[in-house]
């Protein structure tokens, strides 16, 4: 994994903790087209979020779309980072994402 910036939570980016090393969530627009190819329609998602009906592997998918190319972070690091965390603290990182998700650049 290569360094990267730090998390700008401004900007709608999170940072998770994957093997050890920080990794950037930034939900760019190629990142989220592919996050809704692959898991439906965003709003959608973020009612389920709202909810509490998330599944873990959405959570999953969510941040590995989001992780920072220039880090090649696995699918599969991603899931067990998130499963190693826990929900209730994988929860912050997602409240970020699904308020950029909702609420776009100010």
Do not use: Y
């Not at 329609?41 to 973020?46: C, D, G």
């Not at 389920?48 to 959405?58: F, K, T």
């Amino acid at each position: 994994m290569s360094p990267t910036a730090p998390a700008n939570p401004e900007r709608g980016e999170a940072r998770l903790d994957v093997a050890g090393c920080a990794v950037t969530l930034r939900p760019t627009f190629t990142a989220l087209v592919a996050a809704e190819e692959e898991l439906g329609p965003l709003f959608a998602m973020v009612e389920r979020a709202s909810e509490g009906q998330l599944r873990l592997s959405e959570i999953a998918t969510l941040f590995w779309h989001c992780c920072d190319p220039a880090q090649a972070i696995s699918r599969e690091a991603v899931g067990e980072a998130v499963l190693a965390m826990g929900l209730a603290e994988a929860a912050k990182p997602l409240r970020t994402l699904l308020k950029q998700i909702l609420q776009g650049s100010a």
